[in-house]
């Protein structure tokens, strides 16, 4: 059963922008404690990008604050990633991701900032 659903991805170049969007599941959208988005380059670990409390509240590394913007539309079930100002270095693929009995996963999308 598909529970998280990430869409958005794609071919962007140096300085442009990108927006990620991740349907959840009622199940998932009603009960998540945080949701938000990882991203995984080549030989490299997965590290978190945004994250966003069911409060409201949210959290983002140095290497993207201030170019990312993690945002929620409830009556959507859905969370996105506002990306701008990319590098290459921003090449990866993103993972949406929800805390809720557990950490559940989408199947993620790819990124790649390149001229």
């Known amino acids: 059963q598909v529970q998280l659903v990430e869409s958005g991805g794609g071919l962007v170049q140096p300085g442009g922008s990108l927006r990620l969007s991740c349907v959840a599941s009622?199940?998932?959208?009603?009960?998540?404690?945080?949701m938000g988005w990882y991203r995984q380059a080549p030989g490299k670990q997965r590290e978190l990008v945004a994250a966003?409390?069911?409060?409201?509240?949210?959290n983002y590394p140095s290497s993207v604050k201030g170019r990312f913007t993690i945002s929620r539309d409830n009556a959507k079930n859905t969370v996105y990633l506002q990306m701008n100002s990319l590098k290459p270095d921003d090449t990866a693929v993103y993972y949406c991701?929800?805390?809720?009995?557990?950490?559940?996963w989408g199947q993620g999308t790819q990124v790649t900032v390149s001229s």
């Open positions: 966003i409390t069911r409060e409201g509240n949210t």
């Open positions: 991701y929800a805390d809720v009995s557990g950490r559940k």
């Open positions: 009622e199940s998932i959208f009603s009960r998540y404690v945080i």
